[in-house]
């Protein structure tokens, strides 16, 4: 079957720091993959794709490259801001998506 | 930039009531969607729409749910007969052709928070 499994959070980072939210996936088929993000009182927001293996998805300075072999899809930024501070949701997409539980950012000043 | 819209924001219901729940998907997208978060819980699909019919349906979108695009512009959910179960916040969500030959980038609206008393 399909399924998702998005690290734990809560993650609190102070800024400037490094950004990881591993994510690694089950699916029939060939899926797309998704992050969206999902800021406080807000619904769901794309943030990045990639559609076939290798392909890097990248978008607010946040990346994430489509692992076949690995059968994963790891977000990353750099640098994140106060700003990133949200939700966010790791979702393949093989027909419908499945998403992960989430992963609830807090970056500190 | 066009955007899904949703209404209403909350509603509070009482158990066995019926609900609509109301969409409007971004204006030439042909593919529409209703997702579901219970509190705390990962986002689950509930059903997908196009052509003036249901496309995929999950195991949840039970017989106590309908969808239904009553004209051009609304896409809506009914529940008919709420249980406590269902309080959530649903989402919907419209898409375009992709390029893979069915349903593209979905874009989500920002949710209907329902709680059932």
């Known amino acids: 079957g399909n399924s998702v499994t998005q690290m734990e959070g809560p993650v609190t980072l102070s800024e400037e720091a490094f950004l990881t939210i591993n994510c690694t996936y089950t699916?029939?088929?060939?899926?797309?993959l998704f992050w969206y993000v999902q800021y406080p009182g807000e619904g769901l927001q794309l943030l990045l794709k990639?559609?076939?293996?290798?392909d890097k998805g990248s978008n607010k300075g946040f990346e994430a490259t489509y692992r076949k072999e690995t059968t994963s899809f790891h977000l990353e930024k750099g640098s994140v801001q106060v700003s990133d501070s949200a939700v966010y949701f790791c979702?393949?997409?093989?027909?419908?998506?499945?998403f992960g539980t989430g992963t609830s950012l807090t970056v500190i000043p | 930039e066009p955007e899904v819209t949703q209404t209403p924001s909350h509603q509070v219901t009482q158990m066995g009531q019926e609900v609509i729940l109301r969409c409007v998907p971004i204006?030439?997208?042909?593919?529409f969607y209703w997702y579901r978060q219970i509190l705390g819980q990962k986002v689950e699909f509930l059903v997908s729409?196009?052509?003036?019919?249901?496309?995929?349906k999950s195991e949840i979108f039970d017989d106590q749910f309908s969808v239904e695009r009553p004209d051009g512009s609304n896409f809506t959910l009914k529940i008919r007969s709420t249980k406590l179960e269902d309080s959530a916040m649903y989402f919907c969500?419209?898409?375009?052709?992709?390029?893979?030959?069915?349903?593209?980038?979905?874009?989500f609206g920002p949710g209907t928070r329902l709680l059932v008393l």
């Open positions: 969500a419209s898409s375009s052709q992709g390029t893979s030959g069915g349903w593209g980038t979905q874009y």
């Open positions: 699916a029939t088929g060939y899926p797309s």
């Open positions: 990639a559609t076939k293996a290798d």
């Open positions: 979702a393949p997409r093989v027909n419908q998506f499945y």
């Open positions: 204006s030439n997208h042909l593919y």
């Open positions: 729409f196009y052509n003036n019919e249901i496309s995929e």
